[in-house]
């Protein structure tokens, strides 16, 4: 029997938005169906496979029947590896009972908002800021707070912006640095400024390790409660194993784990197994996958501005340049699917990541340099018959 009832949502999901990212590489996958080859730039997806020994590591666990259940927490031998990881890089404390391994980041962005946010509550985020951000805060009924910042000064928080945007309803900052979608790093003065305000911290950490001039900071750093995410799928090229982290004060850890109990029970056994090794262990293919980054890194950024693309500030870190396009146009999503259709390049359009990312467009650079340079000229072919004159 089908029910004669209208559908409806509830009214905060109606306010999520679309992953215009997903939609543009949808669109490029049927192209591929149809025979055409497709450029991707616009996916944050390492490309490289997953370091030999991690690999090793999970097949070894599968093997010895590591195919259960895990405390809810996760293993323990994984989180004293992270707090080690912490220890080493950052110099700072942090307890292995602080931390709670998620499926990726994604589930633990959910869990920590979910322990801050009533109906109504406040999170100050970036604009243009990673996509996805303003729908978790959205999901949990709250509000985000955009905070714009500009291209000159490489698209980061000025904490004067952010004090201007607080109220008694904010409940945290969140932080993502290196950044998608712009590859920046908050310089540490930022860093140590925005402490000062004495507002909950979220640093979303993911990108930590994939710098290539200067170095990043963890928030841990200048503040112990702030909450870090952090996980596998960006530098051990692990997306696919959906694993990650969130280290969390200390009073916040029962109430996220009994949300991890109720709607996830626990990460993966066999890819918890894999990250101990993936921390533990050297990976000589990590070194020569950063100078990879590094040396596409650097041609993207040289052919794009010889194109016409703005590049205020180069970006230092991730794997990610988010370029000025008012040149060629103020609709990026248009843009977007312009360039698809016609150069047969994917790029993720710069409205994707907020309003004020309106006229830009994020170019990846997680493929290999061959792609990036056929990717070059065929955009640079197809922008020139679009505009002959120059």
């Given at each position: 029997?089908?029910?004669?009832?209208?559908?409806?949502?509830?009214?905060?999901?109606?306010?999520?938005?679309?992953?215009?990212?997903?939609?543009?590489?949808?669109?490029?996958?049927?192209?591929?169906?149809?025979?055409?080859?497709?450029?991707?730039?616009?996916?944050?997806?390492?490309?490289?496979p997953?370091?030999?020994?991690?690999?090793?590591s999970?097949?070894?666990?599968?093997?010895?029947?590591?195919?259960?259940?895990?405390?809810?927490?996760?293993?323990?031998?994984?989180?004293?590896?992270?707090?080690?990881?912490?220890?080493?890089?950052y110099?700072?404390?942090?307890?292995?009972?602080?931390?709670?391994?998620?499926m990726?980041?994604?589930p633990?962005?959910?869990?920590?908002?979910?322990v801050?946010?009533?109906?109504?509550?406040?999170?100050?985020?970036?604009?243009?800021?990673?996509?996805?951000?303003a729908?978790?805060?959205?999901?949990?009924?709250?509000?985000?707070?955009?905070?714009?910042?500009?291209?000159?000064?490489?698209?980061?928080?000025?904490?004067?912006?952010?004090?201007?945007?607080?109220s008694?309803?904010?409940?945290?900052i969140l932080?993502?640095?290196?950044?998608?979608?712009?590859?920046?790093?908050?310089?540490?003065?930022?860093?140590?400024e925005?402490?000062?305000l004495?507002?909950?911290?979220?640093?979303?950490?993911?990108?930590?390790?994939?710098?290539?001039?200067?170095?990043?900071h963890?928030?841990?750093?200048?503040?112990?409660?702030?909450?870090?995410?952090?996980?596998?799928?960006?530098?051990?090229?692990?997306?696919?194993?959906?694993?990650?982290?969130?280290?969390?004060?200390?009073?916040?850890?029962?109430?996220?784990?009994?949300?991890?109990?109720?709607?996830?029970?626990?990460?993966?056994?066999?890819?918890?197994?894999?990250?101990?090794?993936?921390?533990?262990?050297?990976h000589?293919?990590?070194?020569?996958?950063?100078?990879?980054?590094?040396?596409?890194?650097?041609?993207?950024?040289?052919?794009?501005?010889?194109?016409?693309?703005?590049?205020?500030?180069?970006?230092?870190?991730?794997?990610?340049?988010?370029?000025?396009?008012?040149?060629f146009?103020?609709?990026?999503?248009?843009?977007?699917y312009?360039?698809?259709?016609?150069?047969?390049?994917?790029?993720?359009?710069?409205?994707?990541?907020?309003?004020?990312?309106?006229?830009?467009?994020?170019?990846?650079?997680?493929?290999?340099?061959?792609?990036?340079?056929?990717?070059?000229?065929?955009?640079?072919?197809?922008?020139?018959?679009?505009?002959?004159?120059?």
């Open positions: 029997m089908i029910l004669d009832r209208p559908f409806h949502l509830p009214d905060h999901l109606k306010e999520v938005t679309s992953f215009l990212v997903m939609d543009v590489m949808e669109r490029a996958n049927e192209l591929e169906r149809e025979g055409h080859k497709i450029i991707h730039l616009e996916i944050g997806e390492p490309d490289f997953t370091p030999r020994k991690i690999v090793e999970g097949k070894k666990a599968l093997s010895e029947g590591k195919t259960h259940y895990t405390h809810s927490l996760g293993i323990y031998p994984l989180r004293e590896a992270i707090a080690d990881w912490y220890r080493k890089k110099h700072v404390t942090v307890y292995p009972d602080q931390i709670i391994v998620t990726g980041t994604s633990g962005l959910l869990l920590i908002l979910s801050l946010l009533n109906p109504g509550d406040e999170i100050i985020l970036t604009n243009p800021g990673y996509a996805c951000y729908n978790f805060i959205r999901y949990l009924k709250g509000i985000p707070v955009f905070v714009d910042v500009a291209e000159e000064n490489g698209f980061q928080y000025r904490t004067a912006d952010i004090q201007q945007k607080l008694e309803r904010t409940r945290a932080i993502n640095s290196p950044s998608n979608p712009t590859g920046h790093v908050l310089p540490s003065e930022e860093m140590v925005i402490s000062r004495y507002v909950p911290i979220i640093s979303d950490e993911i990108y930590h390790g994939l710098v290539y001039e200067g170095q990043e963890s928030f841990l750093e200048l503040s112990p409660d702030a909450f870090v995410l952090n996980g596998f799928s960006k530098l051990f090229a692990m997306t696919g194993w959906r694993l990650g982290y969130v280290i969390a004060p200390e009073e916040y850890v029962r109430p996220i784990q009994k949300l991890q109990q109720n709607f996830f029970i626990s990460a993966n056994a066999a890819a918890q197994a894999a990250g101990v090794t993936a921390l533990t262990e050297p000589a293919e990590l070194e020569e996958m950063k100078q990879k980054y590094n040396e596409r890194r650097k041609y993207l950024i040289k052919r794009l501005r010889a194109m016409g693309f703005g590049i205020a500030v180069e970006p230092t870190g991730a794997f990610y340049v988010f370029a000025n396009a008012k040149t146009t103020n609709e990026s999503l248009k843009f977007s312009e360039l698809l259709e016609n150069a047969h390049v994917a790029v993720a359009p710069g409205i994707d990541f907020g309003s004020n990312g309106e006229g830009y467009m994020r170019f990846s650079y997680a493929n290999s340099l061959e792609a990036i340079e056929e990717g070059m000229d065929r955009l640079e072919n197809y922008l020139q018959q679009r505009n002959p004159n120059g």
